[in-house]
């Protein structure tokens, strides 16, 4: 993941001043603000600004490659001293929308649950979704927890912001024996949704791409992914990873798989060697040998990408 940039690096005073008065705000608008600042800076560069100054609420996305900013907390405290006007609660209505924070949504489809008597499934699924659900909180610091269908699928919603090479090799590890397809679908969503709610009973553009992601899969009899941004060169890009990346995961033995979840769980090496029954050197042949460092790396670069999407168009 990438460091908080701070308010400072961002100039967000001169930002503010320079673009005021500006309808809507372009990248190359952005870009050309920087570069005054700093004299030299790239597009990669450019893309992580804009991804903190809407990460940080400071601007919101309006179209493709057009931006607009928010109100200042001093705008907002000066309209608070008497009834807004129409114009002015339109336009604040405006941006409690648009400033929501993007999500992403995993959906995961359990393979060859048929090959097992539904009641039995049903217990083990169970039991490892509670597990898991454990660890996500603890490790990622979040309430968010997956929700089971009434078949053999899960899904879970989180900010855009935390690791999702964690969150789906802790899944992945947790749910062993079992093999997934899954297909992480992202954007914006109009409205707030609680911890408690079940996203099963959901619907629009963030949980339909996922869903028709996972059918595509159908047939498919290992590890399977898909990623949908709702940006076709983003998309395009990260389906480049994807086959390297599904082939290094189909090759993890279950030695490997506990190994990884003690690793992305937090325990010490020393507790998991104890708990595993194996030595340091064992525990660590087990993670260099499943390639974890390689598959992270992927995780990283795709999500990325997904922080990029819309200037990739």
Same mark, same amino acid.
């Given at each position: 993941?990438?460091?908080?940039?701070?308010?400072?690096?961002?100039?967000?005073?001169?930002?503010?001043?320079?673009?005021?008065n500006k309808h809507v705000i372009?990248?190359?608008?952005?870009?050309?603000?920087?570069?005054?600042?700093?004299?030299?800076?790239?597009?990669?560069?450019?893309?992580?600004?804009?991804?903190?100054?809407?990460?940080?609420?400071?601007?919101?996305?309006?179209?493709?490659?057009?931006?607009?900013?928010?109100?200042?907390?001093?705008?907002?405290?000066?309209?608070?001293?008497?009834?807004?006007?129409?114009?002015?609660?339109?336009?604040?209505?405006?941006?409690?929308?648009?400033?929501?924070?993007?999500?992403?949504?995993?959906?995961?489809?359990?393979?060859?649950?048929?090959?097992?008597?539904?009641?039995?499934? @049903?217990? +083990? $699924?169970?039991?490892?979704?509670?597990?898991?659900?454990? &660890?996500?909180?603890?490790? =990622?610091?979040?309430?968010?927890?997956?929700h089971l269908s009434r078949g053999?699928?899960?899904?879970?919603?989180?900010?855009?912001?935390?690791?999702?090479?964690?969150?789906?090799?802790?899944?992945?590890?947790?749910?062993?024996?079992?093999?997934?397809?899954?297909?992480?679908?992202?954007?914006?969503?109009?409205?707030?949704?609680?911890?408690?709610?079940?996203?099963?009973?959901?619907?629009?553009?963030?949980?339909?791409?996922?869903?028709?992601?996972?059918?595509?899969?159908?047939?498919?009899?290992?590890?399977?992914?898909?990623?949908?941004?709702?940006?076709?060169?983003?998309?395009?890009?990260?389906?480049?990873?994807?086959?390297?990346? @599904?082939? +290094? $995961?189909?090759?993890?033995?279950?030695?490997?798989?506990? &190994?990884?979840?003690?690793? =992305?769980?937090?325990?010490?090496?020393?507790?998991?060697?104890?708990?595993?029954?194996?030595?340091?050197?064992?525990?660590?042949?087990?993670?260099?040998?499943?390639?974890?460092?390689?598959?992270?790396?992927?995780?990283?670069?795709?999500?990325?990408?997904?922080?990029?999407?819309?200037?990739?168009?």
């Amino acid at each position: 993941m990438s460091k908080v940039i701070s308010e400072d690096k961002l100039h967000i005073k001169e930002l503010r001043a320079r673009f005021a008065n500006k309808h809507v705000i372009t990248v190359n608008d952005f870009k050309t603000f920087y570069q005054e600042v700093f004299g030299k800076i790239n597009d990669n560069t450019v893309s992580w600004y804009i991804y903190e100054l809407k990460r940080q609420g400071h601007i919101h996305h309006v179209s493709r490659g057009l931006y607009k900013l928010n109100q200042s907390s001093e705008e907002r405290d000066s309209f608070s001293t008497g009834p807004a006007t129409e114009p002015e609660m339109s336009k604040s209505l405006e941006i409690s929308i648009s400033s929501n924070p993007a999500y992403m949504l995993i959906t995961m489809d359990v393979m060859h649950s048929s090959d097992l008597d539904y009641r039995q499934f @049903n217990q +083990m $699924i169970e039991d490892k979704l509670k597990d898991l659900n454990v &660890a996500l909180k603890e490790v =990622l610091k979040t309430d968010r927890a997956y929700h089971l269908s009434r078949g053999d699928e899960l899904q879970l919603l989180v900010p855009e912001r935390l690791p999702l090479d964690q969150i789906l090799l802790l899944s992945l590890s947790y749910l062993r024996p079992f093999e997934v397809r899954y297909a992480v679908s992202v954007g914006d969503l109009e409205e707030d949704i609680e911890v408690k709610d079940n996203t099963w009973n959901m619907n629009g553009p963030l949980f339909w791409n996922a869903r028709d992601a996972i059918d595509d899969m159908d047939g498919q009899i290992r590890y399977e992914s898909a990623f949908v941004t709702q940006f076709d060169q983003a998309d395009r890009t990260i389906k480049h990873f994807l086959p390297l990346l @599904n082939t +290094m $995961i189909g090759k993890i033995t279950e030695k490997q798989w506990e &190994a990884i979840r003690y690793d =992305l769980s937090g325990i010490t090496y020393e507790s998991a060697i104890e708990q595993i029954g194996i030595s340091k050197t064992s525990y660590y042949d087990r993670l260099a040998s499943a390639n974890l460092e390689a598959i992270r790396l992927a995780f990283n670069g795709i999500q990325q990408i997904i922080q990029s999407r819309r200037d990739l168009g």
